[in-house]
C-alpha cells in the first residue's frame, strides 16, 4: 500500500525566505509525482509534474526534486511571497489512481 | 482551453437526501476521477470513468455511485445523505486515464449537511 507524508505539516516565515517541502512515498514504484497548491476552499492546482525518470523539474521561482530510490521529493520555493500562501500537497500514482500527503500549509508574511 | 468545470459550486442538504454533482472536463479529456476532501481525512479517492467505464473505486459505500457520459462529461450522485458526507468533492480531468498522466482539477463542490 502507498503511503505519503508531508513534513512540515505547517510553515510560517517572512517574505523573501527561500523554503522546502518535503513529500516522502513508502512505495518507489512510481511513475511521477506532482505537486498542487490548494487555496482555502478551492480546488487543486497542478504545479509540477515530474516523471520517474527526471530528476527535477522548474517553474518559475518553484523548484521541485525527485529521488525515487529513497522515496523523497522537494519542492522548493525561492524568494517567498505573500501570495504564495497556501496549501501544498503532493501525489503519486497507486495502481489506477492517485495518494495524496496531507499537505504542508504555508503562511508567507509580509 | 477552458479547464475542469464542476456545478453546482456549493450545495445543502439534510440527511436522508440524494444529491447530484457535475464535472465537465477539459476538452479532448477521456477520463475523470473523483475525490472528497476533509479536513480529517485529507483528500481520498472515490472513483475513475475512463470512455463511459468505471475503471477504478475508491474504498466508499454503495451510496456514492457516478457515471460518465460519452461526451466525457461525469456525474456522481450520493444517495441517503449522513452527516459525515458533508465535504468538498472536487473532480479530476486527465486526458487517458490512468496513473501516468498529469491531473487538472475542478474548483469543487462544498457539500453541506445538515
Known amino acids: 500500500k502507498q503511503e505519503v507524508t508531508q513534513i512540515p505539516a505547517a510553515l510560517s516565515v517572512p517574505e523573501g525566505e527561500n523554503l522546502v517541502l518535503n513529500c516522502s512515498f513508502t512505495d518507489s514504484a512510481i511513475y511521477n509525482l506532482q505537486w498542487f497548491r490548494q487555496d482555502p476552499g478551492k480546488g487543486l492546482t497542478s504545479l509540477l509534474l515530474?516523471?520517474?525518470?527526471?530528476r527535477e523539474q522548474t517553474s518559475g521561482r518553484l523548484n521541485a526534486s525527485l529521488d525515487k530510490s529513497s522515496g523523497r521529493s522537494t519542492l522548493y520555493i525561492a524568494a517567498s511571497q505573500p501570495g504564495d500562501s497556501a496549501t501544498y500537497l503532493c501525489?503519486?500514482?497507486?495502481?489506477?489512481?492517485?495518494?495524496f500527503g496531507p499537505g504542508t500549509r504555508l503562511s508567507v508574511l509580509p | 482551453k477552458a479547464g475542469v468545470t464542476q456545478t453546482p459550486r456549493y450545495l445543502i442538504k439534510t440527511r436522508g437526501q440524494q444529491v447530484t454533482l457535475s464535472c465537465s472536463p477539459i476538452s479532448g479529456h477521456r477520463s475523470v476521477s473523483w475525490y472528497q476532501q476533509t479536513p480529517g481525512q485529507g483528500l481520498q479517492f472515490l472513483f475513475e470513468?475512463?470512455?463511459?467505464?468505471?475503471?477504478n473505486k475508491g474504498n466508499f459505500p454503495g451510496r456514492f455511485s457516478g457515471r460518465q457520459f460519452s461526451n466525457s462529461r461525469s456525474e456522481m450522485n450520493v444517495s441517503t445523505l449522513e452527516l459525515g458526507d458533508s465535504a468538498l468533492y472536487l473532480c479530476a480531468s486527465h486526458e487517458r486515464g490512468g496513473s501516468y498522466n498529469e491531473q487538472f482539477f475542478g474548483p469543487g463542490t462544498r457539500l453541506t449537511v445538515l
Open positions: 515530474i516523471q520517474s525518470s527526471q
Open positions: 501525489a503519486v500514482p497507486y495502481g489506477q489512481n492517485f495518494v
Open positions: 470513468y475512463f470512455s463511459e467505464t468505471q475503471r
